[in-house]
Each structure stands twice: as structure tokens, then as C-alpha cells.
Antibody, heavy 121, light 107 residues
């Protein structure tokens, strides 16, 4: 069974940095592309970015609102996915989810339970 | 970026009703459309991919249709566990973009 567990969320001040982690199990992590999605309180879902597997060069793509501030990376030896977030603003306050990308299309199938990031002075 | 417009933003329905939610893309996306269900305080759950294919374990009361720019999610025989918010997602182009969501609540 696929299991994704995010961690690393918390309260930070504007301008600070935070790194989120996602521990993956139940599947061959190195073969699977992964994404991060977030949801601001009371709002809809926002796709943040995707990282391909090593066989595809670990290529990343991001949405414009986080490009240059957020970086997705992975450690296949530890079955871990990361989201490094820099220059945080209050608009980055959200629950952050890691998800898997299925092999039948660049969509989303499995979701973690999410971790809350609050940016406030 | 491709804009995804969902309608209605909310609807009220009774147990046993059949409801339809629509999602319109700002440009053609073929059948690269997925649907998700989210209950309060929980992570989203994947329902449909490729516009009409059910994810494993999703009951057949859920169905999806459409291609190009116009898509629908239909839920037949509403049960208490179906009252939730539903989102569409286009995955034709990066960045992937979600619709604004449709909240289905009890009339």
C-alpha cells in the first residue's frame, strides 16, 4: 500500500525558509515522479511543481508563483521527497501535500495527509 | 496557463439524487482531465483520470465524460459519504491547474 507522510511544517516569519519532507513507502520510489500541491486555508488546490525520476534526469517544473523560491528534490536512497521553501510570505500559508504521478499520465494519484505551514509575524 | 472553470461552485442535493458538476478548460486539453474528492480536514482523494477512467476502488456511482474543453463529473445515488468538495485538474500542460472546486452539501 502506498504511504506518503509529510513533515516539517510549522510557524515561520515572513522572509524565512523552511524545508518540508515526504517519506514514501509501499512502492518503488525511484521510479515514480512526485509533485507538491498546497491548499491555503478555506481555498482550493494549487499545484506547485513536479520532479521526475532519476531515469528522466530528475527534471523539475514549477508554477510561476513559486519559481525561484521553492525547490523540489528527492533522495531515492532514503525514499524521501523534499520541498525547500525560501523567502516565505503570508500567502504561502497553506497545507502542503506530496503526491505521486502515475505511469499512465502526468496527473496525480496518491496523496499524503499534508503538513501545515503558517507564515506570520 | 490553462484556466479551469468549475460550475456550480456549490450545490445542495438530497440523498439518492444524481448530480452533475462541470469543468471547462480555457483551451483544448484532449482527455487530460482528472477529478478529486475532498472531505473537510482530509487530503483529497483521486477519483477519475483521463476524463472517464475510475481509479482503483472508486465506486461506479462516479462517472466522468468529456474531451477538449468541456467535462462533467456525475455522481449517482448520493450517499452521506459523497457530500464533499470536488475538484477538476488539467494535466495537458504545465503548470497543472485545478478548478476552483464544487461543494456538494445536503439539502
Amino acid at each position: 500500500e502506498v504511504h506518503l507522510v509529510e513533515s516539517g511544517g510549522g510557524l515561520v516569519k515572513p522572509g524565512e525558509s523552511l524545508r518540508l519532507s515526504c517519506a514514501a513507502s509501499g512502492f518503488t520510489f525511484k521510479a515514480v515522479w512526485m509533485t507538491w500541491v498546497r491548499q491555503a486555508p478555506g481555498k482550493g488546490l494549487e499545484w506547485l511543481g513536479r520532479i521526475k525520476g532519476k531515469a528522466s534526469g530528475e527534471t523539475t517544473d514549477y508554477t510561476e508563483s513559486v519559481k525561484g523560491r521553492f525547490t523540489i528534490s528527492r533522495d531515492d536512497s532514503q525514499n524521501m521527497l523534499y520541498l525547500q521553501m525560501n523567502s516565505l510570505t503570508v500567502d504561502d500559508t497553506a497545507v502542503y501535500y506530496c503526491t505521486t504521478v502515475p505511469n499512465y499520465g502526468e496527473t496525480i494519484d496518491h496523496w499524503g495527509q499534508g503538513t501545515l505551514v503558517t507564515v506570520s509575524s | 496557463d490553462i484556466q479551469m472553470t468549475q460550475s456550480p461552485s456549490s450545490l445542495s442535493a438530497s440523498m439518492g439524487d444524481r448530480v452533475t458538476i462541470t469543468c471547462r478548460a480555457s483551451q483544448g486539453i484532449g482527455n487530460s482531465l482528472a477529478w478529486f474528492q475532498q472531505k473537510p480536514g482530509k487530503a483529497p482523494k483521486s477519483l477519475i483520470y483521463g476524463a472517464s477512467n475510475l481509479h482503483r476502488g472508486v465506486p461506479s456511482k462516479f462517472s466522468g465524460s468529456g474531451s477538449g474543453t468541456d467535462f462533467t463529473l456525475t455522481i449517482s445515488g448520493l450517499q452521506p459519504e459523497d457530500f464533499a468538495t470536488y475538484y477538476c485538474l488539467q494535466y495537458k500542460n504545465y503548470p497543472l491547474t485545478f478548478g476552483g472546486g464544487t461543494k456538494v452539501d445536503i439539502k
